[in-house]
């Protein structure tokens, strides 16, 4: 494999090469004031999949990323295309101009070596879920996010675009499918079945791991969600919109690592966030001690949810009046022709969203606590047994949202419900 890889004018950078690289790219070598000779560079990708550089010098600053051919968490027994670095730094390009505030900025970007250099979003920012599991409050984080999700998501939606334009987009990120069915793999289909790299807190959590294999009722709907993931072409999402993707500070908001950007159901970006942000909650009495019992922690991350998804509904329908007349073709202003009509189509349309982006969020809970794939947040917890109560309560939380998502009328009332699943 590693010989077809050179073939094609790829080869897998360490830190020394990197350095030589960067001489020879004027783009990079720019960005660092082109004080070149002492360089530092730290790998940081803790991520499943890249190798992620920082690199300094005493003029300026860079992030490299490369994505290799299998997942990186696995190893080579794990092939996965190396395409998604292209699909990343489309997506960031594009999300970027929609949104510049909260995505950083491409500076190079190399097809052949499936590698993208952009801005490095410096300290004190860090990774938001390691804020969560620390227990930082982020006052602005709804604010942000409910923005970056209403542009990114409006303006890539037929209720923007031309459907001629929309095919486009969709047909340009019809070929990142291999990460779309890693998706479909991970989220959708292995958790609900014995499947290879699946894990649990075992033996605590053996028989909730058991029950989700065995509930007829959440299949059916799972299925449904699954169907909706692979057929629905609504929005450019970013499609692995959860917690470790965004950087923060108490007063920036920076989303990363699009690799898996598809035209797909708004719902799914807006649940993934979301559902990340009701696993954080309910991980917090593991977290909890003497000194902090995390209780008005608990409560900032449920009015964190609230807001964002009120917020996030405001900031849409506002871009939805604004450009009612514009090129969109999914609501033309002949055929939706008073304000009454058009308020009635806003409210149809969002609550529809609100019960796809409740279902996603779910489907993303259950396979963090049951799939291959964990989370930070209850990783973190050292006493097994009560990791696994926090999870027990999430899965369960998880299972009745995702079943029921349809008869909650407001955020409000799924705070309630996520509010009524206490300790043991």
Not at 7 to 22: H, K, M, N, W
Not at 111 to 121: D, N, T, V, W
Not at 138 to 166: G, I, R, V
């Amino acid at each position: 494999m590693a010989a077809a890889e050179e073939q094609q004018g790829f080869r897998s950078l360490d830190e020394a090469s990197l350095v030589t690289y960067i001489k020879a790219t004027p783009a990079l070598a720019a960005r660092l004031g082109g004080h070149l000779d002492a360089l530092t560079i730290k790998e940081v990708g803790d991520g499943n999949l890249n190798f992620v550089y920082i690199v300094l010098s005493d003029a300026g600053s860079v992030v490299v990323k490369q994505a290799l051919p299998y997942v990186r968490c696995v190893g080579d027994s794990w092939p996965m295309t190396r395409e998604r670095a292209y699909f990343e730094a489309s997506a960031l390009r594009k999300h970027g101009g929609l949104c510049s505030d909260h995505v950083p900025e491409v500076y190079h970007f190399d097809r052949a070596m499936s590698l993208i250099g952009m801005r490095y979003i410096e300290p004190p920012h860090i990774i938001l879920r390691k804020g969560l599991v620390a227990g930082v409050e982020y006052p602005l984080l709804a604010e942000h996010m409910a923005d970056y999700m209403a542009k990114t998501l409006f303006f890539t939606s037929l209720l923007y675009n031309s459907t001629t334009d929309h095919k486009k987009g969709v047909a340009q990120y019809c070929e990142n499918v291999e990460m779309g069915r890693l998706t479909e793999q991970v989220v959708f289909s292995d958790p609900y079945m014995a499947a290879k790299y699946n894990r649990c807190t075992s033996p605590f959590l053996d028989k909730d791991a058991e029950a989700v294999r065995g509930d007829d009722e959440l299949k059916l709907e799972i299925a449904e969600l699954k169907s909706m993931f692979i057929e629905r072409a609504q929005a450019l999402v970013h499609g692995d919109l959860h917690t470790g993707s965004i950087m923060v500070t108490t007063d920036s908001t920076q989303v990363i690592d699009p690799e898996f950007a598809f035209y797909g159901p708004m719902g799914y970006d807006i649940g993934a966030f979301l559902g990340n942000l009701i696993l954080a909650y309910f991980s917090q009495d593991g977290h909890a001690d003497q000194a902090n019992d995390r209780k008005a922690y608990k409560l900032w991350i449920l009015k964190t949810i609230e807001d964002s998804w009120n917020l996030f509904h405001k900031k849409f329908v506002d871009l939805w009046n604004k450009h009612k007349d514009g090129n969109g073709e999914a609501y033309l202003p002949p055929i939706y022709n008073n304000s009454e009509l058009l308020s009635l189509a806003q409210k149809k349309y969002m609550t529809s969203l609100f019960h796809d982006s409740l279902g996603f969020g779910s489907a993303k809970m259950i396979r963090r606590i049951v799939g291959i794939a964990h989370v930070e947040d209850f990783e973190s917890i050292e006493d097994a047994s009560k990791r696994a109560s926090c999870e027990r309560r999430a899965l369960d939380c998880a299972k009745s949202i995702l079943k029921g998502r349809r008869q909650f009328e407001s955020i409000e009332k799924v705070i309630a419900h996520v509010q009524s699943f206490t300790r043991d």
